[in-house]
């Protein structure tokens, strides 16, 4: 059974930093691709930043492109994601993701396995 946790999220201030932590377990993680998605209260979720199996192709939506960094440490089976400079825009519920493939378009239809999500709220 594929388990997905995420961790790190709260409250901060905007210009601020956080950094949210994923683990996966009941599949081989360096095998996947895996995503950061993002979902704010009467909004569709969103992908913000997905990363290839082998750390190759990280892609990041323009609304955080420079501002946050995705990265992975397969022997940990760990997948991050370092925000800086946080916007009150930013407060969302935060998911990471597993997909079944190697390298995946960053949309959540693309991906498989969900964490239960890490609320991240950034005040003005």
């Known amino acids: 059974q594929v388990q997905v946790m995420e961790s790190g999220g709260g409250l901060v201030q905007a210009g601020e930093s956080l950094r949210l932590s994923c683990t996966a377990s009941?599949?081989?993680?360096?095998?996947?691709?895996m995503g950061w998605f993002r979902q704010a209260p009467g909004k569709e979720r969103e992908g913000i930043s997905c990363?290839?199996?082998?750390?190759?192709?990280?892609t990041y939506a323009d609304s955080v492109k420079g501002r946050f960094t995705i990265s992975r440490d397969n022997a940990k089976n760990t997948l991050t994601l370092q925000m800086n400079t946080l916007k009150p825009e930013d407060t969302a519920m935060y998911y990471c993701?597993?997909?079944?493939?190697?390298?995946?378009?960053?949309?959540?239809?693309?991906?498989?396995?969900w964490g239960q999500g890490t609320q991240v709220t950034v005040s003005s």
């Open positions: 993701a597993a997909s079944v493939r190697e390298m995946a378009v960053c949309i959540p239809s693309m991906y498989n396995y």
């Open positions: 009941g599949l081989t993680f360096g095998g996947h691709a």
């Open positions: 990363i290839g199996w082998g750390g190759a192709w990280p």
